[in-house]
């Protein structure tokens, strides 16, 4: 948790377990730019020395990217109506 700047005492004292969970989840966010970067520089260093193309991706594909390939759900007007029934009920809750 230090790595996404979060005090410990927060951590070990007051965060709820669904803010955990969050956090936790998406860590691996956090040296994305690292990564990028230590990718690119494995890409320049392969492509001078092929006589092929090379695609970054093709030397190491990331979870993110994974993330992004993954098609959407199509919307159906089945899907549609039970999307405005969530938002229904979520509405009527907040406005309890």
Known sequence: MLKCGISPAYVLDEMPL????????????VDKAAAERMRMMMWMTA?????KRIKPEDIV???????????????????????????????????K
């Not at 492509?47 to 006589?51: E, F, G, K, P």
Request: charge should be negative.
């Open 61 to 95: 594909e990331f979870a993110w990217e994974r993330e992004q390939k993954q098609p959407a759900e199509p919307m159906t007007p089945e899907r549609w109506a039970q999307l405005q029934e969530h938002a229904r009920a979520m509405r009527e809750k907040i406005n």
């Open 18 to 29: 669904y803010e955990v969970d969050l956090f936790t989840s998406y860590l691996y966010l």
């Open 47 to 51: 492509q001078t020395n092929s006589t």
